[in-house]
Nanobody, 127 residues
């Protein structure tokens, strides 16, 4: 089993930047594909970005493509989400997720594919 703890959320003005971190503990981090999801009030949780266990493959939701970057440091058991040019519509609780992956370049894009979740970190973007 793996435990996930997110940090780095906060209040930022539109156009600003934040970097979220998700530290994993438990089993071998490099065995897990990782993803970031978000949930705004009154809305369903949605996919934001995913990265393969090797870090060699990434994928983004259209709404964040070109503004957000997902990366990982397997030596530090950490996945990051760099968020630039933030917009008020990015306001949400952001969650990281992990799932054991059979392939080094496999991406998991559906929240139902993930078994392990963090507690979430709030990101608020003011206009």
């Amino acid at each position: 089993q793996v435990q996930l703890v997110e940090s780095g959320g906060g209040l930022v003005q539109a156009g600003g930047s934040l970097r979220l971190s998700c530290v994993a503990s438990g089993r071998t981090f490099s065995s897990y594909a990782m993803g970031w999801f978000r949930q705004a009030p009154g809305k369903e949780r949605e996919f934001v970005a995913a990265i393969s266990r090797s870090g060699g493959s990434t994928y983004y939701a259209d709404s964040v493509k070109g503004r957000f970057t997902i990366s990982r440091d397997n030596a530090k058991n950490t996945v990051y989400l760099q968020m630039n040019s933030l917009k008020p519509e990015d306001t949400a609780v952001y969650y990281c997720a992990a799932e054991e992956s059979p392939g080094p370049f496999l991406l998991l894009l559906n929240l139902r594919e993930y078994d392990y979740w963090g507690q979430g970190t709030q990101v608020t973007v003011s206009s």
